[in-house]
């Protein structure tokens, strides 16, 4: 409980501050102080979920859990952005990438040979590296043309960020159509799409995909524990 707790205070902390990096004092307001204090929490729930689920040291357990809270908070600041004004600032992205190479950089897990010697397992490994390669290259030139260059980023980030936890291909493709389905889930309800599919008003994007790259990476955690279990 103390680590979640902890975890709410920085991610809100570095998401209040990236707010406020530009000179405008953001203030959260209404649905929007609901939306924000509903995704820290999750956030930081999330992301110390996903620390439990693996095993390493004190102080790296401890290191990924603040990149990982330093991450949350930047893909938090965006989706707020992207809510309220339908941009968002590049200095978000830029705050996101050395959390998530920091993340990628720390091992997943230690194993002990006979001897007593320690090897780090699981890295990233050349398999990951050119799957989340072809998804950004896939957003950046393919996807670009469906929506955003601000939402590519996010789908982006989120794909680097899920290889530190093992994601591969199909995971980051999941992620795309969960929050492209949640979306237009969401603006079905609101009649809110044409009878072409298209959004009558266009509505920001990014808060669907933080949603639902926090929902997958515990269910993706899980199913990974009991593949390990079943075939061990």
Not at 5 to 34: C, F, H, M, P, Q
Not at 64 to 87: E, F, I, V
Not at 114 to 121: K, L, N, S
Request: hydrophobic share 50%; charged share 10%; glycine share 6%.
């Amino acid at each position: 409980m103390g680590k979640i707790v902890l975890a709410t205070i920085i991610i809100s902390g570095s998401a209040k501050w990236l707010l406020n990096v530009d000179g405008n004092k953001e203030k959260w307001y209404g649905s929007d102080r609901i939306f924000m204090y509903v995704m820290t929490v999750f956030g930081a729930m999330t992301v110390n979920y996903s620390e439990q689920c693996t095993e390493y040291g004190w102080v790296v357990s401890n290191l990924r859990l603040l990149a990982g809270c330093l991450l949350a908070g930047g893909l938090l600041s965006a989706a707020y952005m992207d809510r309220r004004n339908c941009w968002v600032y590049n200095y978000v992205w830029w705050w996101c990438l050395p959390w998530t190479g920091i993340l990628l950089g720390l091992p997943v897990s230690e194993a002990y040979m006979e001897d007593g010697v320690c090897r780090i397992t699981d890295r990233f490994s050349i398999q990951q590296a050119a799957a989340v390669a072809l998804f950004v290259l896939l957003q950046q030139i393919l996807f670009a043309q469906m929506y955003g260059r601000a939402d590519c980023h996010a789908f982006s980030v989120c794909a680097l960020a899920g290889c530190a936890w093992q994601g591969n291909l199909l995971w980051f493709l999941i992620h795309m159509l969960s929050a492209l389905t949640l979306l237009a889930a969401v603006q079905f309800c609101r009649r809110n799409v044409t009878p072409d599919g298209k959004l009558r008003v266009p509505k920001p994007f990014i808060p669907y995909i933080v949603v639902t790259f926090w929902v997958q990476i515990p269910v993706m955690l899980y199913l990974q524990s009991k593949a390990a279990y079943i075939y061990a």
